[in-house]
Nanobody, 129 residues
């Protein structure tokens, strides 16, 4: 009943920027934590960034700290991932994920894919060198 749709992927040169969006629809009442994961061909799905239900707490993988910024606009039911200084190793399918929140404030550990109940179809990000 909760649907997520990513957009904003594409082809960009190394050093460039992209902004991904993840729009929620369907049964969206309540609080939802949001996250971004990515998966390159032949590799495991890896965590990129997460944001709590209110947007007051964020968490980043070491590989993207200082380059990516996660944000959300609950009025628009949309989460964003601003990606700057992109590198070829950032090339992957990026997935938006969501889960119901019950008041959690922060993140104790790196979020895992199994924690999230709802997933988008993914959007391809390709960074050329």
């Amino acid at each position: 009943q909760v649907q997520l749709v990513e957009s904003g992927g594409g082809l960009v040169q190394a050093g460039g920027s992209l902004r991904l969006s993840c729009a929620r629809s369907g049964r969206t009442l309540g609080a939802y934590a949001m996250a971004w994961f990515r998966q390159a061909p032949g590799k495991e799905r890896e965590f990129v960034s997460a944001i709590n239900w209110s947007g007051t707490s964020t968490y980043y993988a070491d590989s993207v700290k200082g380059r990516f910024t996660i944000s959300r606009d609950n009025t628009k039911k949309t989460a964003y991932l601003q990606m700057n200084s992109l590198k070829p190793e950032d090339t992957a399918v990026y997935y938006c994920a969501a889960k119901r929140s019950y008041g959690e404030l922060g993140f104790d550990q790196t979020p895992l894919p199994d924690e999230y109940n709802y997933w988008g179809q993914g959007t391809q990000v390709t960074v050329s060198s």
